[in-house]
């Protein structure tokens, strides 16, 4: 399958005549390529995500394999597993060349970002490679770059591209928020005071909380949250906040907002989290505000805490876990007695009547005024004197 042709004037002799016209004539001697390609350098683009292979000769690219890539941080053969990088996808550019460009999967990109020992400047991005790596034009493998001898980034562009938020959940049962980023991010710069949440995308009609602060976890979760615990936290482009007691039930206490996914936005400041380079993420206005992907309802029963009686102003204080609805409040259904063996309608108990009433809005505190008859019952029973 080897043939030459040749026009006449492709040669002369030295009187001057020109070649005699050559058609498919068949070689004499044929020597395959048995040389194996190189890899000559490559490149790096941190913010497209794009890595740019060099060889000495034309490589196929229809065989070029990513997961015989490592990108690593030095040449110490002793480096840990946190100094390299094998990557495990990719989509190679179909066009056989010299020059072979890699688009790297959202993943391998994300886990490198994260991965701060590797790749985060030019002096820690060098690549070693596999013979299986890539084939040339006849076949013959790539020549490996073993991993001592890897070869250091021609060029390096770092990342210069703002993280976006592009979802979030709200689970009120669990009083958690979880966000999800276009990057890696880095959990230690997430400041919450620069997040709100609102009840539509505009902010219209003025609904709205500033979050105050809350706990950041470890994704994925694997504990129970507790106001006292101390959870460590990742880098990701999955961040889960706790929501404090106090952002909680004050989300909880105003209407029509963050019940459900219609009444539930979020709007960010730029200053709400930054990437692994340092980069600010994406501002999200009030004026076009990200709404949530799912609201888990609160369906946790609240608890009484404790509760405190002032017969001098004539109040029961009652405290509770989250915020409560005032108005559902059914006064009658409260007893107060001498001790736990009293029963509901015993000699040393009193059960308040209806015309005992709430003095106070929605919230965890709830003060009952007690009807006259009420507390003067209460003052001639024994039960209130201290034991």
Do not use: C
């Amino acid at each position: 399958n080897t043939l030459l042709s040749a026009l006449p004037d492709t040669v002369k002799d030295t009187s001057g005549n020109l070649l005699q016209n050559v058609k498919s004539t068949a070689v004499a001697t044929f020597f395959p390529d048995e040389t194996s390609p190189k890899l000559a350098e490559f490149s790096f683009d941190l913010n497209l995500g794009l890595l740019t292979l060099v060889f000495d000769e034309t490589v196929r690219a229809q065989t070029a394999d990513p997961t015989a890539i490592v990108i690593q941080s030095d040449r110490n053969m002793s480096t840990s597993y946190l100094d390299s990088f094998r990557l495990t996808d990719g989509v190679f550019k179909l066009l056989d060349s010299t020059s072979l460009t890699l688009i790297l999967s959202d993943i391998d990109l994300n886990y490198i970002k994260q991965a701060t020992q590797v790749a985060s400047s030019a002096n820690s991005t060098l690549l070693s490679i596999d013979s299986t790596m890539v084939d040339d034009m006849s076949g013959n493998d790539v020549l490996t770059v073993e991993y001592r001898n890897a070869i250091a980034v021609a060029k390096f562009t770092e990342d210069r591209t703002p993280p976006k938020l592009v979802e979030f959940t709200l689970d009120l049962n669990l009083g958690r928020m979880q966000f999800y980023f276009t990057e890696t991010v880095k959990s230690s710069t997430l400041n919450l005071v620069e997040l709100s949440v609102q009840k539509d995308s505009t902010a219209r009609d003025g609904i709205l909380y500033d979050i105050t602060g809350g706990q950041k976890l470890y994704p994925p979760i694997i504990l129970a949250i507790q106001s006292s615990a101390f959870v460590s936290v990742n880098d990701s482009t999955a961040l889960t906040i706790s929501l404090n007691q106090a952002d909680l039930n004050a989300l909880k206490k105003l209407e029509n907002l963050a019940t459900d996914k219609n009444n539930t936005f979020a709007a960010i400041t730029t200053f709400f989290v930054q990437d692994m380079n340092e980069n600010w993420v994406t501002e999200i206005t009030n004026a076009s505000a990200l709404q949530v992907s799912s609201v888990t309802p609160d369906t946790s029963s609240p608890s009484l805490i404790l509760f405190d009686l002032d017969l001098n102003k004539g109040e029961l204080i009652l405290s509770f876990s989250e915020t409560v609805d005032r108005s559902s409040l059914n006064v009658s259904n409260i007893v107060l007695q001498h001790d736990r063996e009293q029963s509901a309608d015993g000699l040393l108990s009193h059960r308040l009547s209806n015309k005992s009433y709430s003095i106070s809005d929605d919230g965890v505190i709830i003060i009952v005024k007690l009807y006259l008859n009420d507390l003067n019952e209460v003052k001639r029973l024994s039960f209130w004197q201290p034991m």
